[in-house]
Every structure is written in structure tokens, then in C-alpha cells.
């Protein structure tokens, strides 16, 4: 054996080094000790989580912040099945990400070994390749797929096992390069093109949304927004493509949205996609725009020509990131256009309608603590959420900053507000980090807690306690009025169970105490968690539990 022989471990670290990769999330087991060693002083932050579904989300919302690969590391068998609601998460949001197992000992292969499972099969419907390494020499060829895998055309998950013999075995094998840098990928006459069918447009309406976004890529769309005078929506999750307080913004396409941008974009003649897949929820279940019919003209800009034409077929459609097609439509002059000031103005202007808070039951207002946090929080704010009912009061109220100003799952994920959180706030410590959730998503990742406090992560979480489960309730409410069933929940006392784990704990039973409560928990020093007390009732910002029971 060579001198310069590594074994899989280190050789695996050292093309995570190539790749350029600067924080891992995992929780250890012994299937994968010889990365672990690899680790030790690699440089390589190793950020060890309490459950692998916190660690995967984590690893998911790293990427969303960065546009690079989120690496996770997990054992197999539960280690794996736990992991694989953030490969969900990363599969419908479209993140990059690299999911490393550790696996049995491969000369025991289909014995049914110790947490033996075929992850190629397990994780093929909701990866974008799913493979095993099988020979210690092989392993910078894998893992240089696994990284252009992640980041090509529609960027999602990979999932790679390392069956442990591989990993101690050693090799003298060279390293490879990292992932070649693509050049802008949309050329001066495919910009003419978008150009002259847009500018023949009497309603034209922007729709923003896709995954790897930059700050960058938000301030061009805001400036090529009010260089042609063009609404801007985003989709769902996606808020913070534009930031929302820009005259131009018109909203988001999101579940329960204003009735008024639902008309609106029925009424737009054009479309101008970007990233966007243009899904079911956007188009309110492709009832707003029908795929056979759609009625309008339709400009799609997205990475994966795979997507373009698969559900709306586009008037013109460019497989390219939308990030360098909106770099070069900010650089351009508008061209001779029908006058859309009225048709931009009056978008707006019903986002601002939208946003005044509508009374809820309860000495706790949720809309209006949203609200006035929304208007009070620093520019440089990020906000994270998971998935509830308390998720559409945010949603509706909040007027996130432009990117990073918010992260959620388009999946429609419980749990994953508070695992990014932390990671939003290991990437960008002089920034303030909030993260929504409501009793239900917490308390599906706030072991979490201990990994916050360990790593100094001082985030606020702001737990919406409405003592249910309330997305379920109200749909209960509307199929089977007054039946509750298996939607109520025992809460622990939140205040009490943060200080248990080193945190800031506070809770507020009155609107007008809320804003106190904020500033301790943001000089606290260390993580903090405000509960809310809601009332139950409290279900929808926009309809009252007679209304949601009436099916109105």
C-alpha cells in the first residue's frame, strides 16, 4: 500500500474540501466513524444535531441561503427513514443537497444485516439519484456526480450510501476538482425574444419564485420591475425574490391568497415566469389558469428544460436560471410598451389593502403582532415558518425583506421553521433570525434547542399556541362542522422548557405585551422562545370559525 493512502473517510473529507464545502450538519453513528475521523481537523465545520430530520432541513435551508449544496451525514436504517422528510423538503423545493449514509458492511448485502436497507430504492421517488459506492477508489468519482447531480437543471437532493468497510478501506487515489463554474446561459437575442413578447402585453404580470436565489438576483428583479413598470408576485414561500415593501410588488401566490390577485392574474394577458414552476398552488389548483386553456401568454424561464412545456405550454420558454436572465433584463432600457402604470399601481395597491389586519378571537391578535413586527424589524431581517394554520397569518401580514428575508417549505412541512432557523443564524450571525411555528411544528423539531444553545445560535422563536393541531381543525371544520376529532394537543409550558434547555423563555397572553417580550428575547443573549397563548378559534386571518363552518 501506497504511502499517500487515505482511507474513504479522509478521502471523502478531502473532496468536501475540494468542493469548497464549509459547514456539514449531522448526527453521528458508528457506520460512518471513519468520515467522522476524516472531520476531526479538516476545517470542516460539523454541526451535530439531535434528530436527522432537524439535521437534513437544516442542511436543506443552508443551501437555500448559500445556492451551494447542503451536506448532511446520517447512519443507516432510522438514521436514513428519519432523514428523508427533508430530502422531501429539498426534492419539492428544488435545494441542492447531499445526503451521505452510512451503511452496513457490503459484503453483507441482502442478509437483512443490522439496519440493512437498499437506499436506491428507498429514496428513489423523492431523490434526484440515489446511489451506493462499492470500491474506496471510486469515491471522488461519486461524489463529483453527486455534487453536479445536485446542482444541474432543477436543483434537488442526492442521496449517497458509504457502506463502512469503503470508508475504512484505504486507497491512493487522486483527488477531483470541484464542480466547473457555468457560464450565463441565455444569450442578447433569447433577452430580445422575452422582450418583444412581453412589451406586446396589455395586463402583463411577473411572477418570481425557484430555488438558488441571491440578494443580487432581488435587487435586479426590483430594478427591472421599475425600470419597465411591471407588477411582481412571488409564489408560495418564495417572498422574499423582491423585497415587499417595493411599489411594484403585487403579492404572493400562496394558499388563501387575496382574492383580488387571484382575479388578477386571470386577467393577465402575459406571464413572465421566472424559476417558477407555475404548480398547483400558484394557480389555485390550475383552476386561475387551466392547463389546456390557459388564455394568456406565457414567458418561462426555468433551469430544467425537463419542466418547461411538462404541465403549461409556454409561448416561449428558456431553460436558464432565472438568476441570469434577471441579471441581464436589469441592464436592459424598456423598450416602446403599452402604458401599464395604472395596471402596476392598482396591483399594489390591493397588496396594501390586503395587509390590514383583520380581528381574530383572543387577547392575543396574531395578525396584528405580525403586522407590527413586520413594520419595526431591521432591514437585514430573516424570518423562518414550517407549516400551520399560524403560517397563513404570516404569510398574509409579514413583508419579508428581499432574499435572505425568508425561508419556508414550499412542501408544506411541519417542523422545518426552527432547524432553519439555526442554520440561518450559523450563516449570518450579525443578522437577526426569527422563526414562526405553531405548537404542532414545534414540537416536531425543538430538540433542536440543544443543538442552538451548544452552537450559539441565538435565534427567537415565536410559538404560536393555539393548543391544536389548526390546519386539520379547520378543514374538519368545513367537512364535518362542530365534529373535532384528533386534532388537540397537550402543550408543554414553552417559557419553562427553553430555560430547561439554557434558552430565554417568555410568555404572552396579551397583544400589548408582546413588543417587551421581543426586545428581551433579542438582548437575551442566547436562544429565546415567546409563547403565545391563542385562541382556538383563531384559525384563518381572513374568515371567522361561523364563516369557515358555512363554507364560506
Known amino acids: 500500500m501506497s504511502m499517500t493512502a487515505r482511507h474513504g473517510g479522509q478521502i471523502l473529507v478531502d473532496q468536501l474540501k475540494a468542493q469548497g464545502v464549509r459547514r456539514v450538519f449531522s448526527v453521528p453513528g458508528e457506520s460512518f466513524l471513519a468520515a467522522l475521523d476524516g472531520l476531526y481537523d479538516s476545517g470542516i465545520e460539523n454541526i451535530v444535531c439531535r434528530h436527522e430530520g432537524g439535521a437534513c432541513m437544516m442542511a436543506e435551508a443552508h443551501a437555500k441561503l448559500t445556492g451551494q449544496p447542503g451536506v448532511v451525514f446520517v447512519t443507516r436504517g432510522p438514521g436514513a427513514t428519519n432523514a428523508s422528510c427533508g430530502i422531501h423538503v429539498a426534492k419539492q423545493d428544488s435545494t441542492p443537497l447531499i445526503l451521505f449514509v452510512g451503511q452496513i458492511d457490503n459484503r453483507h448485502r441482502d442478509r437483512e444485516?443490522?439496519?440493512?436497507?437498499?437506499?436506491?430504492?428507498?429514496?428513489?421517488?423523492?431523490?434526484k439519484w440515489a446511489a451506493e459506492v462499492d470500491h474506496t477508489e471510486r469515491l471522488p468519482e461519486y461524489i463529483s456526480r453527486a455534487f453536479h447531480q445536485a446542482r444541474a437543471g432543477r436543483p434537488g437532493p442526492v442521496v449517497l450510501a458509504l457502506p463502512e468497510n469503503i470508508l475504512s478501506a484505504r486507497a491512493d487515489v487522486p483527488d477531483l476538482p470541484?464542480?466547473?463554474?457555468?457560464?450565463?446561459?441565455?444569450?442578447?437575442?433569447?433577452?430580445?425574444?422575452?422582450?418583444?413578447?412581453?412589451?406586446?402585453?396589455?395586463?402583463?404580470?411577473?411572477?418570481?419564485?425557484?430555488?438558488?436565489?441571491?440578494?443580487?438576483?432581488?435587487?435586479?428583479?426590483?430594478?427591472?420591475?421599475?425600470?419597465?413598470?411591471?407588477?411582481?408576485?412571488?409564489?408560495?414561500?418564495?417572498?422574499?425574490?423582491?423585497?415587499?415593501?417595493?411599489?411594484?410588488?403585487a403579492g404572493d401566490l400562496a394558499v388563501g391568497m387575496n382574492?383580488?390577485?387571484?382575479?388578477?392574474?386571470?386577467?393577465?394577458?402575459?406571464?413572465?415566469?421566472?424559476?417558477?414552476?407555475?404548480?398547483?398552488?400558484?394557480?389555485?389548483?390550475?383552476?386561475?389558469?387551466?392547463?389546456?386553456?390557459?388564455?394568456?401568454?406565457?414567458?418561462?424561464?426555468?433551469?430544467?428544460?425537463?419542466?418547461?412545456?411538462?404541465?403549461?405550454?409556454?409561448?416561449?420558454?428558456?431553460?436558464?436560471?432565472?438568476?441570469?436572465?434577471?441579471?441581464?433584463?436589469?441592464?436592459?432600457?424598456?423598450?416602446?410598451?403599452?402604458?401599464?402604470?395604472?395596471?402596476?399601481?392598482?396591483?399594489?395597491?390591493?397588496?396594501?389593502?390586503?395587509?390590514?389586519?383583520?380581528?381574530?378571537?383572543?387577547?392575543?391578535?396574531?395578525?396584528?403582532?405580525?403586522h407590527d413586527l413586520s413594520e419595526t424589524l431591521p432591514e437585514n431581517a430573516i424570518i423562518t415558518n414550517g407549516a400551520g394554520n399560524y403560517a397563513a397569518f404570516l404569510h398574509r401580514y409579514l413583508r419579508a425583506r428581499a432574499f435572505p428575508g425568508h425561508l419556508?417549505?414550499?412542501?408544506?412541512?411541519?417542523?422545518?421553521?426552527?432547524p432553519a432557523a439555526i442554520a440561518a443564524k450559523l450563516e449570518h450571525p450579525d443578522r437577526p433570525v426569527i422563526c414562526f411555528a405553531g405548537d404542532g411544528c414545534f414540537q416536531m423539531t425543538l430538540n433542536e434547542l440543544s443543538t442552538a444553545r451548544q452552537y450559539g445560535a441565538n435565534i427567537v422563536v415565536v410559538v404560536c399556541n393555539n393548543g391544536q393541531y389548526g390546519t386539520i381543525r379547520m378543514?374538519?371544520?368545513?367537512?364535518?362542522?362542530?365534529?373535532?376529532?384528533?386534532?388537540q394537543m397537550f402543550n408543554p409550558d414553552y417559557a419553562a422548557l427553553a430555560r430547561a434547555y439554557g434558552a430565554h423563555g417568555e410568555r404572552v397572553e396579551a397583544t400589548g405585551d408582546f413588543a417587551a417580550a421581543?426586545?428581551?428575547?433579542t438582548e437575551a443573549g442566547?436562544?429565546?422562545?415567546?409563547?403565545?397563548?391563542?385562541?382556538?378559534?383563531?384559525?384563518?386571518?381572513?374568515?371567522?370559525?361561523?364563516?369557515?363552518?358555512?363554507?364560506?
Open 113 to 127: 444485516a443490522f439496519q440493512e436497507v437498499d437506499y436506491r430504492a428507498f429514496f428513489k421517488p423523492i431523490a
Open 178 to 249: 470541484p464542480v466547473a463554474p457555468m457560464p450565463p446561459s441565455v444569450c442578447s437575442e433569447q433577452i430580445d425574444a422575452v422582450l418583444e413578447i412581453l412589451c406586446k402585453a396589455e395586463r402583463p404580470l411577473v411572477i418570481a419564485g425557484g430555488s438558488v436565489w441571491s440578494s443580487e438576483a432581488a435587487q435586479g428583479l426590483a430594478e427591472f420591475a421599475t425600470t419597465f413598470g411591471l407588477p411582481v408576485c412571488a409564489t408560495f414561500r418564495r417572498m422574499d425574490r423582491i423585497d415587499n415593501r417595493h411599489p411594484n410588488y
Open 259 to 370: 382574492p383580488k390577485l387571484a382575479q388578477r392574474l386571470q386577467d393577465a394577458d402575459c406571464l413572465l415566469v421566472l424559476g417558477a414552476r407555475l404548480g398547483d398552488i400558484a394557480t389555485g389548483g390550475y383552476e386561475l389558469i387551466d392547463p389546456a386553456a390557459p388564455g394568456k401568454t406565457i414567458i418561462h424561464i426555468h433551469p430544467d428544460p425537463d419542466e418547461l412545456g411538462r404541465v403549461f405550454r409556454p409561448d416561449l420558454g428558456l431553460a436558464a436560471p432565472a438568476v441570469d436572465v434577471i441579471a441581464r433584463l436589469a441592464r436592459r432600457a424598456a423598450p416602446a410598451h403599452p402604458d401599464w402604470a395604472e395596471w402596476t399601481t392598482a396591483a399594489h395597491a390591493d397588496y396594501l389593502d390586503w395587509l390590514r389586519p383583520r380581528e381574530t378571537p383572543g387577547a392575543v391578535k396574531l395578525e396584528q403582532v405580525i
Open 408 to 418: 419556508a417549505p414550499t412542501s408544506g412541512s411541519m417542523g422545518y421553521g426552527f
Open 475 to 487: 378543514h374538519q371544520e368545513k367537512t364535518y362542522p362542530g365534529r373535532v376529532s384528533g386534532t
Open 518 to 521: 421581543f426586545a428581551r428575547a
Open 526 to 552: 442566547r436562544p429565546a422562545v415567546i409563547e403565545l397563548v391563542l385562541d382556538p378559534d383563531a384559525l384563518s386571518p381572513g374568515k371567522t370559525l361561523q364563516e369557515i363552518r358555512a363554507g364560506q
